[in-house]
């Protein structure tokens, strides 16, 4: 079966994280077979991936890998968000994508699921993520599949004004009242991502703030970590990201505190 290049699922990521190939690689062989993938990172990032396992990949042209150009910035959410509403991203990286998987590197898709991305976009969803709450239509972007040609309906038409709320929110608001957009419920989102919404069996799952934020009712209810782990058990690829966090930031509290014994 040939790539599809109407089918792109995109990493946005200047850091180079340990866990990246593996993410890459288990959602290259969890994503149907004609999905385009590709790695948009920093010099240090893009080297990661090309020396991994995923080599063969980008010699297929399975795996494209580019380096984020300077008048980009990813380093601040109020930057991905600039860049995510920029017209120009979207013809320099995604053209002619129609449909646009977005996964962070704090996002997986599991395996044993009984769904397939394709549901959603056989359903035409103008936006599909996890539910902020299940009350209101659309969802968190750092696991997303997005339409890309009505997107670009909003970006042709508006420009999103600097510190206002995230591109996540900034897009669905949009979609929400968009003649012809078509807005899945929240029952429906948390079947495709959870976050802070529970359901048993998603297709995937999104930790909140890179890893560094674990929703309680999630994560912090024993009998609903247990059933994910044996759900889908390469999450913890991802939840490895969040133990190195958690240990650079004792690592940086010790620095500290010698620095003010040295001074006392």
Known sequence: MSLDPSRVALLLETRPLPHLPALLAHFISVLPQPWVFRFVGSQEANALISSSSLSSHIKTGKLLVDELPSKYDIKTQESISVTLTDLAFYKDFLAPAEWLLMFQSDSMICAASEQSIEDYVSANYSWVGAPWNMEVKGGNGGLSLRHVPTILQILEKETREPGSVWEDRWICDRLQTMEGANMPGPDVEVKFSVESQW??????????????????????????????????????????????????????????????????
């Not at 890179?210 to 929703?215: C, D, E, P, S, Y």
């Not at 044996?230 to 690592?251: F, G, H, R």
């Open 199 to 264: 359901t048993d069996k998603p297709l995937g799952y999104h930790l909140m703030g890179a890893g560094k934020v674990m929703i309680e009712d999630i994560w912090g209810n024993e009998e609903r970590r247990k059933h994910i782990m044996e759900y889908c058990p390469e999450v913890k690829i991802v939840l490895n990201m969040e133990l190195l966090s958690q240990v650079k930031k004792l690592e940086d509290e010790l620095k500290t505190l010698k620095e003010k014994d040295k001074k006392d």
